[in-house]
Structure formats: structure tokens, C-alpha cells
Nanobody, 122 residues
């Protein structure tokens, strides 16, 4: 079992930046693939980014490539999402997730956090 708690959401203006954090419980954090997803009002949840257990491989949705960066610190059991050049269409609840292996093509996950709201004002 892995428990995930997101933080760092808030209100930011267009073009601004935010860094989301996800703290994970459990001693096996370093063995999990970690990911970020988001769900905008009235829309389905969508993949944003994922990172391998070692951090050596990262994966991004086309909509965030070049603007968002996923990283992890296994010593702190934490995964991050640095979001730059934010746009109003990035407004969503952002969820942290974990999986015991990478499952393509949909990045299916086993564990989910409760989410943190990011609002980008125009």
C-alpha cells in the first residue's frame, strides 16, 4: 500500500509557475513508477507526466512538454511537478499516482492521491 498526499496547488496568473509536491508513505517508494494526472471541470482525467523508479526516464503529455518537469527524490519519498508558463487551460485538480510498473499506453496506476487544485487566471 502507498498513500499519497499532494500539496502546492493554488491560484497563479497566466505565465506564472507553481511546483506541486506529492509525499508518499511506505518503504518501497523508490520501486514505484510515479505520475501526475489532472482533471479539469467537466472533463475526464488525463495523463500529465510520469517518471521511472530511478528517475532516469520521464514521460509527458504533448500539452505540457517543454513547460512542465517531473522529478523525484527517493530519499524524501517525494515526487514533484514543476509547472512553468502556465495557461488558463492548465486549470484542473492535479492528482499524484503510483504504479508498480509502467503500463502503457494509458499509464494505468494503482494508487491515487486526493488531488490539489491549480487555478490559472487569465
Amino acid at each position: 500500500q502507498v498513500q499519497l498526499v499532494e500539496s502546492g496547488g493554488g491560484l497563479v496568473q497566466t505565465g506564472g509557475s507553481l511546483r506541486l509536491s506529492c509525499a508518499a508513505s511506505g518503504r518501497t517508494f523508490s520501486s514505484y513508477v510515479m505520475g501526475w494526472f489532472r482533471q479539469a471541470p467537466g472533463k475526464e482525467r488525463e495523463f500529465v507526466a510520469a517518471i521511472s523508479w530511478s528517475g532516469s526516464r520521464t514521460y509527458y503529455a504533448d500539452s505540457v512538454k517543454g513547460r512542465f518537469t517531473i522529478s523525484r527524490d527517493n530519499a524524501k519519498n517525494t515526487v514533484y511537478l514543476q509547472m512553468n508558463s502556465l495557461k488558463p487551460e492548465d486549470t484542473a485538480v492535479y492528482y499524484c499516482a503510483a504504479a508498480d510498473r509502467l503500463r502503457l499506453p494509458n499509464y494505468d496506476m494503482d494508487y491515487w492521491g486526493r488531488g490539489t487544485l491549480v487555478t490559472v487566471s487569465s
